[in-house]
Antibody, heavy 116, light 107 residues
Framework: EVQLVESGGGLVQPGGSLRLSCAASGFTVSSNYMSWVRQAPGKGLEWVSVIYSGGSTYYADSVKGRFTISRDNSKNTLYLQMNSLRAEDTAVYYC??????????WGQGTMVTVSS | EIVMTQSPATLSVSPGERATLSCRASQSVSSNLAWYQQKPGQAPRLLIYGASTRATGIPARFSGSGSGTEFTLTISSLQSEDFAVYYCQQYNNWPLTFGQGTRLEIK
């Protein structure tokens, strides 16, 4: 079964850091484009970052310089390292297989709350 | 950045009736448009890509049309499980952008 399972969310203070993980099964992360998409409480969807199969990475302006997307091929897992977190980063974070620029498989999401 | 605008914000329709949702792009996105369905507490689900191609497993009552800047998602005969929020997304230009969503509710 093709599946994505996120983890790593939680409560963090402004300025803090968090690393999200997304474990894939049923397909190979490194052979696909993979993205992170977030959704603030009661709001719409916002694309955050993508990593291409070749390793190139791109970010939304709102997170550029603060977030880093990466993957571990041996673990078939996608990551999002989030630094210098702000209140406006509070959201459910979804990982999604990107084919190559729309999203066909989504994880269940992990909640990140940035608050003091 | 391409701005996607969906209308209406909320649509009230009775089960068995047809629902028509609109999505407009601030500039042409050709046919590079996808539609997603999201139910409360769940992740979005891909319905349509390429403006009109149904994703795997999506019932035939869902159809998409349009190109350029004007797009439509039509649900021909609403079932109870179709009441949800629907998002359009353009993938013609980076950054990838979504509409703000249309909430489809039971009338």
């Amino acid at each position: 079964e093709v599946q994505l399972v996120e983890s790593g969310g939680g409560l963090v203070q402004p300025g803090g850091s968090l690393r999200l993980s997304c474990a894939a099964s049923g397909f190979t992360v490194s052979s696909n484009y993979m993205s992170w998409v977030r959704q603030a409480p009661g709001k719409g969807l916002e694309w955050v970052s993508v990593i291409y199969s070749g390793g190139s990475t791109y970010y939304a302006d709102s997170v550029k310089g603060r977030f880093t997307i990466s993957r571990d091929n041996s673990k078939n897992t996608l990551y999002l390292q989030m630094n210098s977190l702000r209140a406006e980063d509070t959201a459910v974070y979804y990982c999604a297989r990107t084919v190559p620029t729309y999203f066909d498989i989504w994880g269940q999401g992990t909640m990140v709350t940035v608050s003091s | 950045e391409i701005v996607m605008t969906q209308s209406p914000a909320t649509l009230s329709v009775s089960p068995g009736e047809r629902a028509t949702l609109s999505c407009r792009a601030s500039q042409s996105v050709s046919s590079n448009l996808a539609w997603y369905q999201q139910k409360p507490g769940q992740a979005p689900r891909l319905l349509i890509y390429g403006a009109s191609t149904r994703a795997t497993g999506i019932p035939a009552r869902f159809s998409g049309s349009g190109s350029g800047t004007e797009f439509t998602l039509t649900i021909s005969s609403l079932q109870s499980e179709d009441f949800a929020v629907y998002y359009c997304q353009q993938y013609n230009n980076w950054p990838l952008t979504f509409g703000q969503g249309t909430r489809l509710e039971i009338k």
